[in-house]
């Protein structure tokens, strides 16, 4: 049986407030708690340290890391490691929607949200360089790789851009780094603009996923009218393609 858009979203709804109350009920996430998040967990720092501890982390020159506090220790540790690191500016709602983290700065400094909106440079994704690690947060993931994210599906969209601009491909790889709650063995549910991760790293394993699912480019069907005309990049894109 074919599942529609909207079973799929409810599906991955009752994992997000599963996994939320989990992580709440069991004081894995500090206050104000994860519902509504990608939730900073305990353990996030040795997640990253033992993220830092593989190859694909030790050969990339160039990372795309998501803005969550559950993975500011990887963006520190990338930065300390002079590492290229670019982030999505909040809602991909400028021009150039990705920062430039400020290598300059500490890294402690640099690698905060509200300091990179005023410190880092902002970019357009035809400056950017090929990326050679991808880190994400995950509400939930499987041992499939598999994730269910906090539903904003931006993180989607970011990833469907840079592998149409050619700065995503197969030899990229994709982490995300999770409390050991967070791994669930079961199905999750999917859909088609879903990608999946290759490796997972909690604070006590690192889980290599398969078989691999990659995005194609954006799925204009999937984006509404309202999403389009708040994100520059993708009325730029629409326009070009005579959608507008």
Known sequence: ????????????????????????????????????????????????????????????TVIKANPDWAQFPVRVRALAA?????????????PRPFYLLDAASPPSKAAQPDVAARTATMVAIEE???VDLIVCGSVAVNRDGVRVGKGAGYSDIEVALLTEAGLIGP??????TVHGRQVLDERLPEDRHDF???????????????????STGLLWDRLSAEKIAAIPVLTRHAREKGLL
Do not use: N
């Open 1 to 60: 049986m074919t599942s529609t858009v909207s079973d799929l979203d409810d599906r991955k709804q009752a994992v997000r407030e599963r996994v939320w109350a989990i992580l709440d009920q069991e004081h894995i996430t500090p206050p104000p708690g994860a519902r509504g998040r990608i939730p900073y967990f305990e353990g996030a720092q040795d997640a990253a340290d033992r993220l830092a501890e593989i190859a694909a982390w030790r050969d990339a």
């Open 82 to 94: 002079a590492k290229t690191v670019y982030m999505a500016v909040p809602r991909l709602a400028e």
């Open 128 to 130: 950017m360089q090929p």
């Open 171 to 176: 030899k990229t790889v994709f982490v995300t």
């Open 196 to 214: 999946r991760v290759d490796v997972i790293v909690t604070p006590e394993e690192v889980i290599t996923c398969g078989p691999t699912r990659r």
